[in-house]
């Protein structure tokens, strides 16, 4: 899903998207035969330097070649102009969405273009994993991948008029490592230094060789104006309301601090005739406004104080838009196919913990969550039970262990549970009835077997230390309350003392970026490619880092090697074998209790907006591909 898009219609809180992109596959450079290769081969064989190229590819050839007119999910004939109202949940209090501090607004995302900012190249949405020139004109990426070299376009301009040089690159790179949030230091880690070579070409030279994905995730990085952060009034480490200088398609035009940020579409913008961007960025005007409850938000698009819901609560797709403007054909309904990978969805355990640590006690309260029977009360059963953390992708684990994947595994077999070669992984299931007491006998039978006994309140304790079976669930999205209360309730029928507390969005966020909670829901994506990012989610080194997206504080060696095989995997099969075998240890280590997904996006919007008859099945591309109506 697009980043920008996600920030609108999703608590930010809950949902931990993989933006590095929404699918891999190997890389493979595509070697265009066109004129300026033709042109330029003798002289860049006889330097030995590689051509410079407008796109590369993760696999396979690039599917639009240099002359490319548009990407085929846009619409180049798209009426410009119309305000497009959006709505976000929680409360925004900085316009800085690289740092730790503070909570961004909507429609800024850290990593990749977004409203504002730009990055060197631009991911297609109808390709697997292709990054196409943006702010750098071509790319340049030898054999062995050693280094790769961005060459930036002449006519990319920042808001002020001044030019997009390759000493911003430079500086942004060095302030994002030194200042951004520690997410940068994982993705990045694997960089020896970057230098402007001229005015308008930066390179990066690499520690290791054979990092397939580090040029392409370079790309993606957001390219910062150095004057404007370097001047005395601007602190890149602290947030602020002040709206910073961009080189990207909108201004931020108005900021109402909490409430609502009103984007403007640039004039002068310098990339509005590149091919990348034509029947995008349609809308003269972009709004977000903020509700502190998804139940107003509701109410207020059934209302039409904006236009456009991603609904994700299937009970309320079902019975709350049966209202007089859904019935005229005021407002739209459609279920469009995602066909992004579902990642994993679900109640994490915070292993800092001390009641925690035991895999035993993670599996026993994991026997307590009927979803069978929540999955049939709230959703009408419209949800799948997840089972992977690379749901709904070839790279999910499935069966037992066999090929290469149990290779992988014989390597680290005496530090795996046996059940990782025996048996296929599957989440606790019921008849949906709501008895699940074999489910909670099991239960009970682990936290005995982890020294856990029944107190004389009922509250079990350990047996050596005392402790009580005592823990709490937080979230900053109160919907989920109703799916967690009736866990609860078996949760308190085996001896374990949990409640639920919903907080708002500024405070949820800051103990997240503190680990300051014993349990929480959070939805963590995935791409059909992982690499880089899964350092930050589960490597070791990250679980003490405030900031980082190692949220579990998982400290397992036999992940964090896994981990290396996954970024070093030299082939698409070889990286298919290596991620089934990373996804089975962290599920049979119990780490998360999982939910559900849905592999459709379910949307509703007033009738002024208009979208590509093709969409992509990655992103609905709400905020850039689609219009307003002008006869509305």
Same mark, same amino acid.
Not at 58 to 73: A, I, L
Not at 76 to 96: E, V
Not at 343 to 349: A, E, V
Not at 604 to 624: C, F, H, Q, V
């Given at each position: ?74 619409n ?27 909570s961004?607004?909507?429609?800024l ?11 060197l ?64 230091k994982a ?18 030279t690499?520690?290791h ?45 108005q900021?109402?601090?909490?409430r609502?940020?009103t ?9 509005s ?19 502190l409850?998804?139940?107003v ?6 209302s ?20 007089p ?73 499935n ?54 006994i ?9 047996k ?9 669930? &937080? ?8 799916w ?54 589960w490597g ?8 980082s997206r ?16 996954? &970024? ?9 074998a ?28 007033w ?26």
């Amino acid at each position: 899903m697009n980043p920008a898009f996600a920030a609108g219609f999703f608590n930010a809180n809950i949902i931990l998207m993989s933006y590095k992109k929404y699918l891999l596959i190997g890389l493979v450079l595509f070697w265009p035969l066109n004129s300026l290769a033709q042109n330029t081969d003798s002289s860049a064989n006889a330097s030995n330097l590689p051509i410079p190229q407008h796109a590369v590819s993760m696999h396979g050839e690039v599917k639009y070649g240099p002359n490319y007119t548009h990407f085929d999910y846009a619409n180049p004939n798209a009426p410009k102009g119309g305000t497009l109202k959006l709505s976000a949940l929680g409360s925004f209090d900085s316009l800085n969405p690289y740092i730790v501090k503070g909570s961004p607004a909507a429609g800024l995302t850290f990593l990749g273009s977004n409203l504002v900012f730009e990055s060197l190249m631009e991911q297609s949405n109808d390709e697997p994993f292709t990054m196409y020139g943006l702010l750098a004109e071509t790319i340049e990426l030898p054999e062995d991948r050693s280094w790769v070299a961005f060459n930036l376009r002449p006519e990319a301009k920042w808001a002020d008029g001044s030019p997009v040089t390759a000493k911003d690159v430079v500086w942004s790179f060095n302030t994002l490592m030194e200042k951004g949030t520690p997410f940068f230091k994982a993705y990045y880690g694997d960089v020896k230094n970057v230098t402007a070579t001229s005015p308008s070409r930066v390179k990066f030279t690499f520690l290791h060789n054979g990092n397939a994905e580090l040029p392409l995730i370079l790309s993606q990085m957001p390219v910062l104006p150095e004057t404007y952060w370097s001047g005395e009034s601007h602190d890149f480490s602290k947030t602020t309301l002040s709206p910073p200088m961009g080189s990207g398609p909108y201004k931020i035009d108005q900021v109402v601090p909490g409430r609502s940020i009103t984007y403007t579409k640039r004039d002068d913008w310098w990339g509005s005739d590149l091919s990348i961007n034509k029947g995008r960025y349609n809308f003269k005007n972009i709004v977000y406004d903020y509700y502190l409850d998804d139940n107003v938000a509701l109410e207020a698009f059934l209302s039409g104080a904006y236009d456009v819901r991603l609904e994700n609560t299937a009970k309320l797709w079902a019975t709350a838009y049966k209202t007089p403007a859904v019935n005229s054909g005021d407002i739209q309904k459609e279920e469009i196919q995602n066909g992004r990978p579902a990642g994993m969805q679900g109640y994490i355990f915070n292993l800092r913990r001390d009641i925690f640590k035991d895999p035993k006690v993670r599996e026993a309260i994991g026997y307590a969550f009927d979803f069978d029977w929540s999955n049939k009360q709230f959703a009408y059963g419209s949800y799948t039970r997840t089972k992977s953390y690379f749901e709904n992708s070839e790279l999910a684990s499935n069966g037992i262990p066999q090929g290469r994947e149990l290779e992988i595994l014989e390597e680290f077999r005496d530090q795996l549970p046996n059940k990782v070669f025996t048996e296929e992984y599957s989440p606790p299931a019921s008849d949906g009835s709501g008895n699940i007491r074999a489910n909670l006998r099991v239960a009970a039978e682990l936290l005995e077997e982890a020294g856990y006994i029944l107190g004389k309140n009922g509250v079990r304790v350990h047996k050596d230390t005392g402790t009580p079976l005592r823990f709490e669930i &937080i979230d900053g999205n109160p919907v989920f309350e109703r799916w967690t209360l009736p866990f609860i309730r078996n949760l308190k029928r085996i001896g374990v003392d949990a409640n639920f507390r919903a907080v708002d969005s500024a405070q949820y966020q800051n103990r997240m970026n503190n680990y300051d909670y014993d349990m929480t829901i959070m939805s963590i994506g995935q791409s059909s490619s992982p690499g880089n990012e899964q350092l930050d989610f589960w490597g070791s080194e990250k679980a003490d880092i405030p900031g980082s997206r190692n949220y579990i504080g998982i400290k397992n060696p036999v992940i964090d090697e896994l981990i290396r095989m996954v &970024i070093e995997a030299p082939s698409r099969d070889e990286l298919v074998a290596r991620t089934r075998a990373l996804d089975r240890v962290l599920l049979w280590n119990h780490y998360v209790v999982p939910h559900w997904h849905f592999d459709k996006w379910r949307i509703a919007y007033w009738n002024k907006l208009s979208r590509p008859e093709t969409l992509s099945d990655l992103t609905p591309g709400i905020s850039d591909t689609w219009w307003v109506e002008q006869d509305n």
